[in-house]
T-cell receptor
Framework: SQTIHQWPATLVQPVGSPLSLECTVE??????LYWYRQAAGRGLQLLFY??????ISSEVPQNLSASRPQDRQFILSSKKLLLSDSGFYLC?????????FGQGTRLTVV | RKEVEQDPGPFNVPEGATVAFNCTYS??????FFWYRQDCRKEPKLLMS???SGNEDGRFTAQLNRASQYISLLIRDSKLSDSATYLC??????????FGAGTTVTVRA
């Protein structure tokens, strides 16, 4: 069966520090992968999606970047975090009939 | 205009009550529709897909109205465990899912 792993679950980082969140998928090949951010009391905002290795589409201009170095690996990064980067980050995989989410990373930038 | 809009609620209902809420979407080319449930500080999980003819899963009924571009969710005989945020999700078949901000439902004893 397909599973999606995301880590870490929580993270507290100072302003200006780098960020790296990792997501991996098991049990499928060539998945469509997504990074979403959910601010407190808000809906999910699509940040990046990828349909294959090295293929990244950015939905909103921001302080973040994404990479897909392997078929089942999707990484969200930042060189210098801002306070406004705080939120709940979710990696997702679109399985053609539904989206599956990782457990999420709660990022607090202080 | 947002791609997907929902009444944020909250809907506070007693156990056993029926609660219903809608979601509107702006893109008429949207092809698939879903309701997800999100518990506090957790990831969203699929509640049910929404089909053109409407569909039911136990106490939950989903309807799609393409002409008016909205979908609805009805929960019958509410349970305490139904307390959650319900996210409306729309897929335009271009690999991108659009989420509503969610409708919060609180079921009280």
């Amino acid at each position: 069966s397909q599973t999606i792993h995301q880590w870490p679950a929580t993270l507290v980082q100072p302003v200006g520090s780098p960020l790296s969140l990792e997501c991996t998928v098991e049990g499928t090949s060539n998945p469509n992968l997504y990074w979403y951010r959910q601010a407190a009391g808000r809906g999910l905002q699509l940040l990046f999606y990828s349909v294959g290795i090295g293929q990244i589409s950015s939905e909103v201009p921001q302080n973040l970047s994404a990479s897909r170095p392997q078929d089942r690996q999707f990484i969200l990064s930042s060189k210098k975090l801002l306070l406004s980067d705080s939120g709940f980050y979710l990696c997702a995989w679109w399985g053609s009939t539904e989206a599956f989410f990782g457990q999420g990373t709660r990022l607090t930038v202080v | 205009r947002k791609e997907v809009e929902q009444d944020p609620g909250p809907f506070n209902v007693p156990e056993g009550a029926t609660v219903a809420f809608n979601c509107t979407y702006s893109n008429s080319a949207s092809q698939s529709f879903f309701w997800y449930r999100q518990d506090c500080r957790k990831e969203p999980k699929l509640l049910m897909s929404v089909y053109s003819s409407g569909n039911e899963d136990g106490r939950f009924t989903a309807q799609l109205n393409r002409a008016s571009q909205y979908i609805s969710l009805l929960i019958r005989d509410s349970k305490l465990s139904d307390s959650a945020t319900y996210l409306c999700v729309v897929n335009k078949a271009d690999y991108k899912l659009s989420f509503g901000a969610g409708t919060t439902v609180t079921v009280r004893a």
